[in-house]
């Protein structure tokens, strides 16, 4: 927290933690934990700040949610509505990417940021954008796996649509179940 008042970047404190607690003497991250770290994961979250970054210095991100903002009436919807045209546009984003964790790093700023401007709660929010966009295969080069099937095997076009139609519409029951019941629970 001092850090953030006085200009110091956010990892810098969290790298000296981690350090710190990597100490021979005080053991607390060992080399087996390090090994176990899903880098992969890491650099995608390091990658979306990245972008989050450059889309908030040069405007970017305030333009899109301000277009998208006077493009459809926001104020004029419920709660229920509202969460549901962000998602329908998460996974529109999503189509355009051939992977879901490339259309991760793009969206998820962007929808995040939606949430925050409409009073929407931004956990839930972002929980719902990752099953949705994990969840949309709706082309063959969404992912690389039915790429491959559907370039070397008996997948057709349709087979692909169908099942990412499928995994989609069972994404969506997971997200309303979480929001109408399950995170109410929690709370």
């Known amino acids: 927290m001092i850090g953030s008042f006085i200009g110091i970047p956010t990892i810098v404190p969290a790298a000296l933690a981690v350090g710190v607690l990597a100490l021979p003497d005080i ?12 880098w992969g994961i890491l ?9 989050l970054h450059a889309m908030e210095t040069t405007g970017t991100l305030t333009y899109l949610v301000d277009l998208i903002t006077n493009m459809i009436p926001f104020g004029s919807l419920v709660y ?3 969460v549901a045209i ?12 051939s ?3 490339a259309a991760i790093i793009v969206v998820l700023p962007i929808i995040i940021r939606f949430g925050e401007t409409l009073g929407i709660n ?11 966009v994990g969840s949309t295969t709706i082309l063959p080069f969404n992912t690389t796996a039915v790429l491959l099937s559907f370039d070397r095997g008996p997948l057709s076009k349709i087979d692909v ?6 995994t989609m519409v069972y994404a969506a029951f997971v997200i309303v179940f979480a929001w109408t019941i399950y995170w109410p629970l929690l709370t």
């Open 43 to 51: 650099f995608v979250i390091g990658t979306m700040f990245s972008i």
């Open 80 to 82: 229920w509505q509202i």
């Open 86 to 97: 962000l998602l329908a546009l998460a996974v529109l984003i999503r189509v355009f990417f």
């Open 99 to 101: 992977t879901a964790s």
């Open 161 to 166: 649509i169908v099942f990412g139609l499928v």
């Open 122 to 132: 931004r956990l839930y929010l972002a929980l719902s954008v990752l099953l949705i």
């Open 27 to 38: 053991g607390i991250i060992t080399a087996d934990d390090v090994s176990e770290v899903s």
